[in-house]
């Protein structure tokens, strides 16, 4: 790690929370802002301090919490944001061995590189004194997990706790052998193991995962290495695996592994190295446990796999295929699936059914998993069927959900095609009446703009967020069952639909008038709460204005144009947004009124179009299956 931390143009953009051009514009009109000591011409370097200090001199740099310093020099100075985290994570387990007399380091922490932590000792040991080692660690751990530049996509904490569900984690031992950060193995520690274990390529990754495990004094280890080829743990059973095994390996050893005695139900081809994950899960279960591993949506039906699946249903290994809805975890734009294993006892005769879920959220998964293990028929039209085995056993051995659902017959009658048509003539109807009326603007100028952040430091609005969850120390959940706001209910316009779980972190209420904006996104978009009461979820910024200085409605529409999606996205490519460099028109607070009641009305239009396109694919596809089954017939046939 460098004695002098550095950070680009970009990164004192974000520290001031101003857009990129405003730095250099500073560099020009200031004589004495900081000269570079690094990088190249078109590049430059800056040393942090020194940055810091001109920014604070000049009223540009917010107050922060001694967290948010301390990892803003971590991810600025250190070779990896994970390595900067071990590095600080191995000193705070140390002090918190130290208080309580015992060693510091187990041996697999004490691997990896050593990094200078000199210059951040004194914010190191305050953060301690302030939270305890614990809970320093979890709050750059937020940090750590926030997406960004540098940093792996980890399994979402809502995902990973369904997971440990499934495969049932209570008391006992929990394997991951791709563990990453430790998000499964985390929830597996939420849910009441006893003792966690897994191993992981990335040596950074691998020593992160166990010191969050080491400073809550939870037993077991985290290996590094290649599962696959050096397995860390050969012969060894866990009571229950969780897993996130990477997706579409071209080099996973195959070669070297054709007679490997994990392949316990034949040779993986080398076109499904997926499958030797679940192999290698399987080979590390103790029989009768549960294995649960996230999947991409191929592996279920090609061809290349076909043998491997079929022997799975024929031992009666796989349990459960969960198809996920989109957004679930990275990468977004896929419909994962979960594949619930049981390793087979010696004994037991395979089960005659497997349970294919097609789920649109998260949130009746495992409630339908326990029915089906205790003995329900379970089969609701377009969710979830219980189908038997001999049926999946057919020439593509095809474990698609989707493509195992009965139609959904019943309701879908000729009475509800022309109940779904008049909904749609009536929407249709409205939407003139709602469509926005503007005119241009006599002399076309765009004014002054000021950024989020700067309307915060103004005191014209308060930002808090984005909650990013608590980190859980094995406790029971304590939530007491409130709404909350998820993003999806943002981005879709709907109620809010999620529950408060007691892992939140942080219970942030809202109020009518509060602008609430989505940090990860397709696009930059901006909602304003209309009803009191219901929490802020995670991944959401909250914008609070003053009434007497900013209209919300006005607030909200400035926040959600093009030029503003491309100001506060990150430059990585990610679909992260940082709201504060979105910018604002200066306008005066009566004008406000009127262009808020315009962006108002452009809400209420919006939704208008999304129920509308809704309801027209609902009349489609009901025309088309009352068409084909001779539900409904055309107009002027003949009988």
């Known amino acids: 790690m460098q004695e002098t931390p550095t950070v680009t143009a970009a990164e004192i953009a974000r520290l001031a929370g101003v857009g990129r051009a405003a730095v250099s514009n500073w560099r020009k009109r200031h004589d004495d802002f900081p000269a570079p000591v690094g990088g190249s011409a078109t590049s430059p370097e800056f040393d942090l301090g020194q940055v810091e200090r001109w920014l604070h001199a000049q009223g540009k740099l917010p107050e922060v919490a001694t967290a948010d310093r301390l990892w803003r020099h971590l991810a600025a100075t250190s070779a990896s944001p994970a390595a900067g985290l071990a590095a600080v994570g191995a000193r705070l387990l140390a002090r918190q061995r130290l208080l309580s007399g015992g060693p510091a380091y187990t041996e697999s922490v004490k691997r990896g590189p050593r990094l200078n932590l000199t210059p951040l000792l004194p914010d190191v040991d305050a953060l301690a004194g302030e939270l305890g080692p614990q809970g320093a660690f979890d709050a750059l751990w937020q940090r750590f997990s926030a997406p960004g530049p540098g940093r792996p996509f980890a399994t979402p904490d809502d995902l990973a706790d369904l997971m440990a569900g499934l495969a049932g984690v209570g008391g006992g031992s929990v394997f991951d052998p791709a563990a990453g950060s430790g998000a499964t193995l985390r929830a597996a520690v939420r849910a009441g193991c006893t003792s966690a274990y897994g191993q992981e390529l990335d040596p950074d990754l691998a020593r992160l995962a166990e010191l969050w495990l080491a400073l809550r004094d939870v037993p077991g280890e985290v290996s590094t290495g290649d599962s696959l080829r050096a397995d860390a743990h050969p012969g060894r059973t866990f009571d229950a695996v969780v ?20 392949w316990i139900v034949g040779t993986t081809p080398r076109t499904e190295p997926e499958l030797a994950w679940v192999q290698h899960a399987l080979a590390h279960l103790r029989p009768g446990g549960h294995a649960v591993l996230l999947m991409p949506p191929t592996v279920a039906g090609r061809r290349a796999g076909r043998r491997i699946r079929a022997e799975l249903l024929r031992r009666g290994a796989l349990r459960a295929v969960v198809a996920l809805p989109p957004g679930a975890a990275a990468p977004h734009g896929v419909p994962l699936h979960l594949w619930v294993l049981r390793r ?14 097609d789920a649109t959220d998260l949130t009746r998964v495992l409630d339908t998993w326990r029915a089906f293990t205790a003995g329900a028929d379970v089969e609701e039209p377009g969710y979830a069927r219980a189908v038997p085995v001999i049926e999946l056993l057919d020439e593509e051995v095809d474990l698609t959900p989707a493509r195992r659902q009965p139609a959904v017959v019943g309701e879908a009658s000729g009475e509800q095609l022309v109940r779904t048509r008049e909904r749609l003539a009536a929407v249709v109807a ?17 004014g002054e703009f000021l950024t989020v952040g700067e309307l915060a430091r103004a005191g014209a609005l308060q930002l808090l967020g984005p909650i990013r969850g608590a980190a859980g120390d094995g406790g029971e959940p ?23 779980d007691g892992r939140l972190g942080q219970e942030i209420p809202l109020a009518v008038g509060d602008v609430v904006v989505p940090m990860i996104a397709r696009q930059l978009t901006a909602r304003v709460v209309t009803v009191d009461g219901v929490l802020l979820g995670r991944n959401l910024y909250l914008l609070r204005p003053d009434p007497a200085a900013l209209d919300p409605w006005f607030l909200a529409g400035q926040l959600r144009t093009s030029t503003n999606e491309r100001q506060a996205s990150s430059l990585s490519g990610t679909l992260r947004f940082d709201v504060r460099r979105a910018q604002v028109r200066r306008v005066s607070r009566e004008a406000q009124g009127a262009y808020g009641e315009a962006f108002r009305r452009l809400d209420a239009f919006e939704s208008a179009l999304r129920q509308a396109a809704t309801l027209g694919a609902d009349l489609v596809q009901l025309t088309a299956d009352g068409l ?5 017939r055309p107009e002027g046939e003949r009988r």
């Open 478 to 500: 304590a939530g007491d069952g409130r709404p909350v706001l998820t993003v999806p209910d943002v981005l879709g316009g709907a109620e809010a639909s999620g529950r408060d």
């Open 344 to 357: 087979p006892p010696a004994d037991a005769p395979p089960p005659a059914r497997t349970l294919l879920v």
């Open 243 to 262: 897993c996130h095994p990477p997706f579409g390996a071209s080099n996973w050893g195959d070669d070297e592994l054709g007679h490997d005695p994990r």
């Open 628 to 632: 084909a089954r001779g539900a409904v």
């Open 430 to 446: 409205d939407l003139p009446a709602l469509m926005p009326q503007v005119t241009p603007a006599p002399d076309g100028a765009d």
